[in-house]
Structure formats: structure tokens, C-alpha cells
């Protein structure tokens, strides 16, 4: 049954990697023409913060290796994605974005450890603290993308919406799915089930 789990965990870490790289693409495009045209930093803010509290959750939790691993390379490629975005978003983006990143992305989860270590010292508390706020912000992330679809409507165009992204968080959530009965983790099934 370890055996099974870490395979399924290995899987879950794959596709969790093409998800957050999903925009590699778009942010290809974005550095070739030099602007963010309609594009919201709002998703990479929120997986961001949620890639930094996961990673955390991960740390805490015993056998949480997998969970520190892929989040910690969401962090860096995200850390990647909002700092291109905020060297081609226009002014007022750039610093609506900026101020999102400040506090999203530094105040709160630097308030979020510092809390939960310095002011709860049972282990089961902590993970229950941290999973809870951790399954709120993955279903924010996870919805995030469909702010998009305004865009998407508004201009009668799929670009601003990839499909790779949309298909990597389906099979992503599937394989996480499975990962969390067989570890029992009710934080991690919470989180993907929301999204199928």
C-alpha cells in the first residue's frame, strides 16, 4: 500500500507540475510582445500564496515530503510568472499587482507561520489549522482562472483561457483524489474534489 501511495503521489506531483507550468506559454507570448495585454495577475498571486501555505502544510505533516516538493516548484515557477508579469503589466496593473504580491504573498503567509508556530504546539492542530486555510485558498486559486472567462466572453476568444491549463487541473485533480484516500488526508481529497 506505500508503494501504491507514493506511485499515485509521484503521478499527483507530475501533473500538479504541468499545471503550474501551464502558462509557460502564455508568458512566452506575453515577454515576445512585451505587455500583459488582458491577462490578470490575480491567478498567479493566488497560486502563489497557495503554493507557499501547501508547502507548508507539507512540511508539518509527517511523510508530507511529496506535498513540500511540487509546491515548493509551484513557488519558483509562480515567483517566475508574477515577477514577468510585473515587468510587462501596464502601470496601474503593475501596481495593483505589486500590492496584491506584498500582501497576499508576503505578510500573510509570513503571519500565517509565524502564528502557527509561535502560538499552537500541538502537531494535529497545527496541520488542521493550516489544511483548513489550505483547502479555502486552493478552491480560490482553482476558481481563479475563471475570471478569465469574462475576457473570454467579452472578446469571443479561448486565448486568454488555455485549454491546457483547464485539462491539466482536471487530470490533476483526479490523481490528488486518489492520493488523498489512500493517505487518509481529508485536506488534500476537500481540495480536489471541489473541482470535479
Known amino acids: 500500500m506505500a508503494s501504491l501511495k507514493f506511485i499515485i503521489g509521484i503521478i499527483g506531483n507530475i501533473t500538479a507540475v504541468l499545471v503550474f507550468a501551464s502558462p509557460i506559454k502564455t508568458f512566452w507570448w ?7 495585454e488582458n ?5 498567479y498571486v493566488a497560486t502563489l500564496l497557495n503554493t507557499c501555505l501547501w ?8 511523510g ?3 506535498l513540500e516538493t511540487v509546491n515548493g ?3 519558483v515557477l509562480q515567483l ?8 510587462y503589466a501596464p502601470k496601474d496593473m503593475k501596481v495593483k499587482t505589486a500590492y496584491m504580491v506584498g500582501i497576499f504573498n508576503v505578510v500573510f503567509p509570513g503571519l500565517v507561520i509565524a502564528i502557527t508556530l509561535l502560538s499552537i504546539n500541538e502537531r494535529n492542530k497545527q496541520l488542521t489549522i493550516i489544511g483548513i486555510l489550505c483547502v479555502g485558498l486552493a478552491v480560490g486559486m482553482y476558481a481563479s ?22 485539462f491539466f487541473l482536471f487530470v490533476n485533480a483526479g490523481i490528488w483524489c486518489g492520493y488523498s484516500i489512500l493517505t487518509k488526508d481529508c485536506f488534500v481529497g476537500v481540495t480536489f474534489l471541489d473541482l470535479n
Do not use: N, Q
Request: charged residues 15%; aromatic residues 12%.
Open 30 to 36: 506575453v515577454v515576445r510582445k512585451k505587455s500583459t
Open 39 to 43: 491577462y490578470s495577475g490575480i491567478p
Open 55 to 62: 508547502t507548508f502544510y507539507g512540511h508539518l505533516k509527517p
Open 64 to 66: 508530507g515530503l511529496l
Open 73 to 75: 516548484i509551484g513557488i
Open 80 to 87: 517566475i510568472f508574477v515577477t514577468l508579469f510585473l515587468i
Open 145 to 166: 482562472p475563471l475570471l478569465s472567462m469574462k475576457t473570454v466572453i467579452k472578446t469571443k476568444s479561448v486565448k486568454y483561457m488555455p485549454f491546457s491549463l483547464s
